[in-house]
């Protein structure tokens, strides 16, 4: 079931790089730029506070004390985080530069570069190891999705879509309604 997570995951991964390759222009006089850049300014390394100021009602992954948010600084997540189990990176097609993809076998950091920094892209989870912050984990149900998160913003029987201002959480369900993929990306362009 494990093997079957991972490539699922990493299926994901790879659809939304491509589908990233449809965007012809890095975003300019974004308001998530200016959310990362004052979110940069304000860094704190302590084991128990967000490696960055958390923009306002945001989804986020934690892993060990460590907060992960979109757009944020990697350098200082990644570093948090220590030396991933795997490494992969590849010409970026939604910015200019490189996407990295950083393993940590429960879960995967993928981050884009602008103006010769790294910053988080999006954060995949691959088994019931790990958690959402608000409690939820692969293979559980959709009416455990709804307990915790409410009604979808989007979404169908197969995928439940919850949305912010730098946010994407997706969760993918099968066809028994039991979750199967849990990714956070971020909201890239308008």
């Not at 965007?23 to 084991?47: F, G, M």
């Not at 009416?143 to 201002?165: A, Q, T, W």
């Amino acid at each position: 079931m494990k093997k079957i997570t991972v490539i699922l995951g990493v299926i994901l991964v790879f659809t939304w790089a491509l589908v990233g390759c449809s965007e012809s222009e890095t975003p300019t006089n974004d308001p998530i730029q200016e959310t990362t850049q004052e979110a940069t300014e304000t860094e704190e390394t302590t084991e128990t506070e967000s490696v960055t100021e958390l923009a306002p009602e945001t989804y986020v992954f934690e892993i060990d004390g460590t907060v992960i948010q979109m757009h944020e600084s990697a350098a200082p997540v990644l570093e948090a985080l220590g030396k991933e189990t795997s490494y992969f990176e590849a010409e970026s097609c939604a910015f200019q530069g490189l996407d990295r993809m950083y393993g940590y076998g429960s879960y995967e950091v993928v981050t884009y570069e602008r103006d010769g920094d790294e910053y988080v892209l999006s954060v995949v989870l691959y088994d019931d190891t790990v958690k959402t912050q608000e409690g939820l984990r692969l293979f559980e149900n959709r009416d455990r999705v709804l307990e915790i998160y409410g009604e979808p913003d989007l979404g169908n029987d197969k995928l439940m879509v919850y949305e912010d201002e730098i946010t994407v959480l997706s969760i993918v369900l099968d066809d028994a309604g039991q979750v199967i993929s849990i990714e956070y990306n971020a909201v890239v362009g308008e």
